[in-house]
């Protein structure tokens, strides 16, 4: 058997009600705490107050940072560092989608380590470890509370620029994933969220990095969301669809803390950055194509990802039953609604050459990635995928 690693150092609560969790698994860890949201959602859904009286259940002196933005940048994480230095705070509550998590964390990351924060962008760049975070997710997708990522946009960059730090230590002390937390969500952010994920497993399984643990979770990662993302999108109460995807999401997390993300999440960057598209929707217009590109180099391995779907592929050969699979990829986006193409953003040849110049700098993701990539290969999967033609 195939010779792997395997890292996850978080302790995970999971389940309905695990949120009264926090103000006791806080008090453990200190008596300040700073709870680091969005601007809205998390109030005005009644989760945030919720936490708030949890942790003054337990005596917990708490400040709130109410100031995260979707794709957060830099300096919003610079400001509640300030925050956070200034009022001594012992404990990071980190409470929303991705957004506010990762914020959260580069806010625990300058709390200890010395600034400026874009020195940390890379890997394995962090000195010393981070405040304790807890993070709870309210959103299906990212995976975010059990990865050892952070996604900040360079907002003074012109056009604005995702850029990621990966470091052991920002994994979690504790993810408390309470799916209760996710009922609110709108079917648009719903399905966002839950292609985020799919994009983490697909992009985790198929990566170089895929070994047999992160495969295993991968696989039934996939296979619940493709079960229950559209039950969730339809029905948006009903716990047991939430309570699969957000485990779904989670477990898709757990992939690319440990194989990476492939060429998806690279190419997709530009397309939220410049042009608004939420992140899972990104991936979710380019992973057919990318998935398609990549076949060849593994048909067996994808022809193993048709047949956990629950496809019959009886009389046809590898190849064709891992072709098989871009088809159900391709029926499934669409049921939950991504779009087939991005024609209306009119992106111009020279912009798609702009982008896949970037992804060719992007060595790491390039690298994981299961078929060698070149220029051209880029160029070509951001033109079918922007203009929807096989
Ligand atoms: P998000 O955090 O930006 O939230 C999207 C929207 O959902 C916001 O408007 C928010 O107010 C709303 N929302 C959140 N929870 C809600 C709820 N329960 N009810 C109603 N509305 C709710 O979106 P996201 O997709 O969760 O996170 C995206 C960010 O995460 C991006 O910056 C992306 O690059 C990053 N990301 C990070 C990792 C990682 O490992 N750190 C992985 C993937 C993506």
Redesign the pocket.
Known sequence: MQEFNFFLPTKVYFGKGTLKKVGEETAKLGGKAMVVT?????R??G?LQRVESSLKKEKIKTILFEQVE???SFETAKRGAEVSKREKVEVIVAL???????AA?AIAVLSTNSSPLEQYIGQDKVKKPLLPLIAI???A????EV?K???L?DKKRIPPH?EVIGDAHLFPKIAILDPE??????PS?TA??GV?ALS?AIEGFSSNRAQPLADLLALKSINLIFRYLPEAINNPYNLEARSSLLYASFLA?IV??QTGAIIVHAMG?RL?SEFGI???RANGILLPWVYEFNLSANYSKFALLTRELGEKTENLSEKEEAQRGVFLLKSFLQRVNMPRNLKEKNIKKDKIEEFAKEVMQNKRKLEVNPRKVILEDIIEIYEKALSGKE
Do not use: C, F
């Open positions: 969005g601007r809205t959602s998390a005005k859904t989760i979707p794709n957060p929303g989608g991705g957004s506010p998590l990762d964390k997710p309210t959103t997708g990212t995976g975010s990865t990522y952070i996604v946009t995702k937390l996710t009922l609110s969500l709108p952010i966002d969220t985020d983490h997390g690319i803390a960057y939220t939420p992140h899972g």
